[in-house]
């Protein structure tokens, strides 16, 4: 009976030693997974495998400076300056400036001519603004204070004409059988003052380019010019 009592008091001591160990090894078990395939350090280490510094360091590898440095490979003022390469002011006027000696004024239903001429004798040169705005249009009006430009250089659409001509003769009222003739392609006027009934009439030109008629790489420059300010031409005997 002793013996039978003593075996089954080992025999319980021994189930649950053996049950400790078995909750202790499934315990043991589970931290270890967790440290062997969840080890941020050794499988999934960004320092090591995903070093932007080393792999993607901009400074190194695509450093704008050294190789994109847009002021000396693509430094427009040395290699796109307009001004030296493609500067139409000193490329298209042959002539700069008009010199005046005398202005003439014609305002007479709606048209008003003002003639610049560069003296009395002829042939001579002249500068004629032509307006025919207030002819075509009972409702248009022209105004001080107000620009218009002077960019159309058709003589027959043109409403705002301006031209150059070289070795007028006697009669020429307008260009055109002058020696050599140019047509204004950009610019613009704005009227100083106005009453053409009382024959009172200025304006000043701004930034005008002119086109040989006849040739298209020729051209005159007007910068600025203010019209009729010189005295009318002496009445013809």
Known sequence: MLTMLC????????LTACG??????KDNNTSADVIDESDVT???DTTEEGDTTEE??????GDTTEEGDTTEEGDTTEEGDTTEEGDTTEDACDTNGFVSMHSELMADQGVIVVRETSGEAYPQDQ????????MFSQD???EVGVPYPVDDPDPVSCMECLTIGVNCPVGTASTGSCEVNYAAVAGEFTITEMDTEAGVFKATLTGAQFVNVDDENSG??????????????????
């Open 7 to 14: 075996l089954a008091a080992a025999f319980s001591l021994g």
């Open 20 to 25: 400790d160990d078995d909750d202790k090894s």
């Open 42 to 44: 050794q499988e999934g």
């Open 56 to 61: 993607g360091d901009t400074t190194e590898e």
């Open 127 to 134: 500068m004629v603004l032509e307006l025919y705005g207030e």
């Open 140 to 142: 248009f009006t022209y």
């Open 220 to 237: 005159w420059c007007v910068d600025s010019f203010d019209f009729n300010e010189m005295p009318a031409p002496a009445p013809a005997e």
